[in-house]
């Protein structure tokens, strides 16, 4: 059965520092996607950062960037110089594509509260 | 243009009766889904749809029913709600495989 797993519950940083949220996944599909959003206290989910399994270069977004390790299966989230607008729940999900008929659902980890400190 | 909208935002209502959480998109995605919130689970798929009246289940299908007689919509019908039932619920779109689910604003659903 396909996973995901984030183990930090919740992380501090500080302002203006590079923190790095981790995500592992489990899947024995060799094609597959890996998503972030980032949900704030108001409560929408905000799409980050998309990484295919066969992209050869890891994903950048901004101050996003994704440290895709395939054969560790891990995609860890790297937020360069933290700002206090960072702070929000940050989601790792995972989607499967099945070439016979596509479902394209998500796969949830349990999330990640960063805290950005002035 | 809000692209996907959910309503109502806010709803209480008591255990054995039937609410509808309506969503609505403006971008014709083929793929809609319903997923569950609630603290210490992440999001869990409840159903979803693969296009006009082609519906599967997900995760935490039980208690739930689902329509989708034209694109744009696609309605979530908790037939007698119970308690466990309180969380927050997100419909999301997507077009292809390749492409990032993009999700509503969410309904807090509280059931007393």
């Known amino acids: 059965a396909q996973k995901i797993t984030q183990t930090q519950p919740g992380m501090f940083v500080q302002e203006k520092e590079a923190v790095t949220l981790d995500c592992t996944y489990d899947?024995?599909?060799?094609?597959?996607?890996l998503f972030w959003y980032k949900q704030p206290s108001s409560g929408e989910m905000i799409f980050l950062i998309y990484?295919?399994?066969?992209?050869?270069q890891n994903a950048t977004e901004g101050r996003y960037s994704l440290n895709f390790q395939k054969a560790r299966k891990s995609a860890n989230l790297v937020i360069s110089a933290s700002q206090l607008g960072d702070s929000a729940m940050y989601f790792c999900?995972?989607?499967?594509?099945?070439?016979?008929?596509?479902?394209?659902?998500?796969?949830f980890g349990t999330g990640t509260l960063l805290a950005v400190q002035p | 243009d809000a692209g996907i909208t959910q309503s109502p935002r806010y709803k209480i209502t008591e255990t054995g009766r039937q609410v509808t959480l309506m969503c609505h998109q403006t971008?014709?995605?083929?793929?809609m889904f319903w997923y569950r919130q609630d603290l210490g689970h992440g999001l869990r798929l409840i159903y979803y749809?693969?296009?006009?009246?082609?519906?599967d289940k997900g995760e935490v299908p039980d208690g739930y029913v689902v329509s989708r007689s034209k694109t744009e919509n696609f309605p979530l019908t908790l037939e007698s709600a119970t308690r466990s039932q309180t969380s927050v619920y997100f419909c999301?779109?997507?077009?292809?495989?390749?492409?990032?689910?993009?999700f509503g604003d969410g309904t807090r659903l509280s059931i007393l």
């Open positions: 999301a779109t997507g077009g292809t495989a390749y492409q990032p689910q993009h």
């Open positions: 971008w014709s995605h083929s793929y």
């Open positions: 990484q295919g399994s066969y992209d050869q």
């Open positions: 999900a995972m989607r499967e594509v099945n070439y016979g008929g596509a479902t394209n659902k998500l796969i």
């Open positions: 749809s693969a296009a006009a009246d082609i519906t």
């Open positions: 899947t024995s599909d060799p094609s597959y996607g």
